[in-house]
């Protein structure tokens, strides 16, 4: 016979593996992961930000293609791998659209791209003479898959490293959040009276202030960025988190367990962290993960209202805040397809939330 798996851990492992919608989700959220990490790995447009731009060719469609003359920099910058994988390559190329190049000789002539006079040949305007160096010069035919922003810069280049600002400031604002709530929850929910008191008003005045408010407002003190709209955003999350913790040490400390540990003198501390916490995570899992969801709405709308991530750090909620007057004009997929990423991401967290829910209840 198989033996069945006894300790609670491996019970609940059980349970969410049959999840097959939180696993699903599970695998979406470290395929963003991923994507997070390795975003200038994958970017066609591996520049910093992603800030090439093709104003010749702005608010192109998805799989659209053209010939571009890329001029290597003679500068180039010393730059590790590791500083290559986080900020970009420093020594991108320079590159402009062409509808077509001559080679003669010594001599480079190139046709600048345009729509109206695409099939002109002889147009001294729009043509542009260089001395051909063969590794100064290189012309590349290139397809921008999901098409070019207002700027002309590579969409989906945008889109990669986007995944960064919404990925990384849920796990900084639950980490924040959950160091705040925890500790604080802890003292209210161990010790009471005037102590659970004064953190109770602490939580009540804090949850009576609309959260993108304080957001902003602790936004507009720090500065505008990223960096700052993670901090603010966690500032702001750590009371649901709090009041979790203080019910639920407040029912734990009844327990026989934790009367054993006073008996036997040890301190508060090393009840709390060593006795009480990993007993009562299971609720506070679950929340961290609709709090990660939260932060990255939250961020989004930050961003749309222009005081979250500020140009050229991309952004889904920068995107669709600067491509939404589009949607009239026939190219709505400029701030659908952002639209789109911020809805799947928050719907997978939710998801693992109701899974990681599901698969913690003993009482299933």
């Known amino acids: 016979m198989q033996s069945k798996p006894t300790s609670l851990t491996k019970l609940a492992l059980k349970k969410f593996t049959k999840n097959k919608i939180g ?32 104003i010749e060719i702005h608010t192109k469609k998805p799989f659209f293609k053209v010939k571009l003359l890329k001029e290597i920099r003679e500068k180039k910058v010393n730059q590790n ?6 900020f970009g390559n420093k020594n991108y190329a320079l590159e402009t659209p062409i509808n077509a190049f001559f080679i003669k000789k010594d001599t480079l002539t190139v046709r600048l791209y345009s729509e109206v006079n695409k099939n ?9 003479t260089f001395f051909y160096i063969k590794e100064k010069y290189k012309i590349n035919d290139k397809t921008f898959y999901l098409g070019t922003d207002k700027y002309g810069r590579d969409y989906l280049s945008r889109m990669l490293i986007g995944t960064r600002i919404s990925f990384f400031i849920g796990f900084i604002a639950v980490f924040i959040s959950l160091i705040i709530g925890i500790s604080i929850g802890s003292v209210a929910g161990y010790f009471g ?58 029912s734990a400390k009844q327990q026989q367990y934790v009367e054993a540990a006073n008996a036997l003198g040890y301190s508060s501390f090393r009840i709390i962290t060593k006795h009480i916490l990993p007993n009562i995570m299971a609720p506070v899992i679950v929340i961290s993960a609709a709090n990660f969801a939260a932060a990255i709405l939250i961020e ?32 709505s997929y400029l701030a659908v397809i952002p639209g789109l990423a911020i809805m799947s991401l928050v719907m997978a967290f939710m998801l693992i939330g109701n899974a990681l829910r599901d698969a913690l209840d003993v009482k299933n």
């Open 23 to 54: 696993l699903f989700s599970f695998w979406y959220i470290i395929l963003c992961g991923f994507m997070a990490v390795f975003a200038y790995v994958l970017a066609p447009d591996n520049s910093p930000n992603a800030k090439i731009q093709h």
């Open 81 to 86: 791998y590791l500083n290559k994988l986080f």
């Open 120 to 128: 002109v040949k002889d147009e001294f305007s729009k043509q542009k």
């Open 193 to 250: 009276g005037k102590v659970d008191t004064f953190v109770m008003w602490l939580i009540n005045v804090t949850w009576s202030i609309p959260t993108l408010l304080m957001v902003i407002a602790i936004t507009l003190s720090l500065g505008k960025g990223y960096w700052q709209v993670f901090i603010a955003v966690g500032l702001t999350m750590w009371v649901e988190v709090a009041r979790v913790v203080r019910g639920q040490i407040m």
């Open 300 to 331: 989004s709308g930050l961003s749309f209202l222009g005081i979250g991530a500020q140009p050229p750090t991309p952004s889904w909620g920068a995107m669709i805040k600067d491509h939404y007057n589009y949607i009239i004009l026939g190219k």
